[in-house]
């Protein structure tokens, strides 16, 4: 072994242990591509999974007769000992499997060569990625769920705090705080789902396809998806170790939870911009030169993440896109992308459930924001159409009341700026309904209506942001994340048991 390699503590490797790989033998063992073949560097993930899988295998091969109890004890105690060695220790190889493999004939001899009877690297490596992926997706909806608590709870304190709600980014109408939080909690709960989703089809086992056209041996596949907590099989053979579809859905729900998460995240850079909101240091930076400056660096790199997530999706299917029947070795580029972005994503959703629940609100600049730019406008064309008024032309009077005041009044105090609208409507039903203003609302209603607080308070539909509505949306998302926050103890409780099983399993054959 003195070839050059591009993996990852290959120089470790190659002094302590020059065993060859076992799968290139002499014929495919350097030449200048070595390092570029080699996906050591990125398998160091599924190492723990490559160990599993082939404790299943082996227990299997032994329960079907295909090895006898001597050869699985012998194979099963090597692969403990490469287990207590590490990653690190293990000998050069194409990939972690090779690697393994070399290792484990290197310390039971030839009947080492047994443990890959009846299977391919094509089915291996793809079961690993699933036995490794499930617990990066349970994370991440761990992670989400963490966003989703932190939401509702700040917008439990806030259920009432109005503030100026947006459209195009101009003041549109008032909501709240609690509103407005909740309605990211609401999304974010889809992503949440999305990746359960998701996970129901990672979970599923396509070991014993082997190289893509089955076995001659007569193994039990259920028994190894069984050994491995997976929930069933991906039965065709050939689809079995082609598909990365499911690489596809996790970075997809993936990108679209960071796409999601970064809306929210540009609130906040705005909110704080405005001074309506104020990030706690912990998620701030400030400038190198100017030392009066507190900048919202995490969330600005939270929003940067929905760019890396959507350049993993794209990466993954540009790669996958076109790949003929059946493993390709394109599929080794494919699977660091989900690593990339499984990463990043959780790790992005955990900061901006940090930030967003250690702000601060400013409620005194959120009241006064709430009532700029005419926001309540909508909610006085609202009262006159209640009182009969077609909207379209209640709309009309008040667009031309709020344009004629605004022109007027741009340095008057805020009560003159109310009684200037006032008469402004009176003359705007005069000129449009050819009436008073009086034969339809009262001066008081319309006063109330201008009141950012009324205006709040009045709309209580379903979903909306009166008390009453937001009350009900967040017990509403409280058990939604109580039932997500179940399902995800399920899953993992079915990983543990699983491993405890294939434990149990391994032990009788020490
Ligand atoms: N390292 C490979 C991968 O990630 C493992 C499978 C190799 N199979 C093969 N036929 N060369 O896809």
């Known amino acids: 072994m ?14 302590s242990n020059d065993a060859s790989d076992v799968v290139r033998r002499d014929r495919f063992s350097g030449g200048p591509a070595r390092g570029f073949l080699s996906s050591m560097a990125d398998d160091e993930r599924i190492f723990a999974a490559d160990l599993a899988v082939d404790r299943a295998h082996v227990v299997m091969l032994a329960e079907q007769g295909v090895v006898s109890e001597d050869e699985a004890t012998a194979i099963l105690s090597a692969l403990d000992e490469v287990e207590s060695a590490g990653f690190d220790a293990l000998p050069d190889g194409e990939d972690v499997h090779a690697a393994i493999e070399t290792a484990v004939v290197g310390r039971a001899g030839d009947v080492g060569g047994k443990m890959h009877t009846a299977r391919s690297r094509n089915d291996e490596v793809a079961t690993c990625i699933r036995y490794r992926l499930r617990e990066d997706v349970l994370d991440a909806v761990e992670a989400t769920l963490g966003l989703r608590k932190s939401l509702a709870e700040v917008a439990e304190g806030h259920a009432e705090t109005v503030m100026p709600g947006y459209t195009h980014l101009q003041p549109a109408q008032p909501t709240t705080v609690g509103h407005y939080l909740l309605s990211y909690e609401q999304a974010v709960a889809r992503d949440t789902a999305r990746l359960f989703d998701a996970y129901a089809r990672v979970n599923r086992s396509p070991l014993g396809s082997a190289a893509f056209a089955g076995t001659p041996f007569d193994v039990d596949r259920e028994r190894t998806a069984e050994l491995l907590g997976f929930d069933e099989l991906v039965a065709n053979s050939m689809d079995a170790v082609s598909t990365r579809d499911f690489l596809v859905e996790v970075v997809a729900a993936l990108a679209n939870l960071a796409t999601t998460v970064s809306g929210l995240a540009e609130d906040l850079v705005v909110f704080s911009n405005k001074g309506l909101v104020e990030l706690s240091d912990d998620y701030s930076s400030t400038s190198s030169i100017m030392p009066q400056k507190k900048n919202p660096d995490t969330l600005e790199l939270v929003r940067a993440t929905a760019g890396d997530a959507a350049a993993g999706l794209n990466g993954l299917l540009t790669t996958l896109k076109g790949l003929p029947r059946a493993y390709n070795r394109d599929l080794q580029n494919a699977t ?50 209640m009182a009969g008024v077609p909207f379209r032309k209640a709309h009309e009077m008040v667009a031309e009341s709020s344009e004629k005041v605004s022109k007027r009044n741009e340095n008057v105090a805020e009560s003159n700026v109310k009684a200037s609208y006032l008469d402004a409507l009176d003359a705007a039903a ?56 179940a399902a995800l103890a399920d899953a993992r409780e079915s990983l543990t048991a699983a491993d405890e099983r294939l434990r149990t399993e391994v032990s009788r054959y020490a």
């Open 430 to 485: 005069e000129e449009i309904l050819d009436d008073s203003l009086a034969a339809y609302v009262e001066r008081e209603a319309v006063e109330a209506a201008l009141d950012p607080a009324e205006s709040v308070a009045s709309r209580d539909s379903t979903g909306g942001p009166a008390p009453e509505s937001v009350a009900a949306g967040l017990t509403a998302a409280e058990e939604t994340v109580a039932a997500d926050e």
């Open 2 to 15: 003195t070839e050059e390699s591009g993996s990852a503590g290959s120089e470790e490797r190659r002094s």
């Open 336 to 385: 660091p992308h989900a690593w990339e972005t499984v990463d990043a994503v959780s790790e992005a959703v955990a900061v901006a459930a940090g930030a967003a629940a250690t702000a601060e609100w400013d409620e005194a600049a959120l009241a006064e924001a709430a009532g700029e730019g005419f926001s309540t406008a909508t909610g006085v064309a609202d009262l006159l159409a």
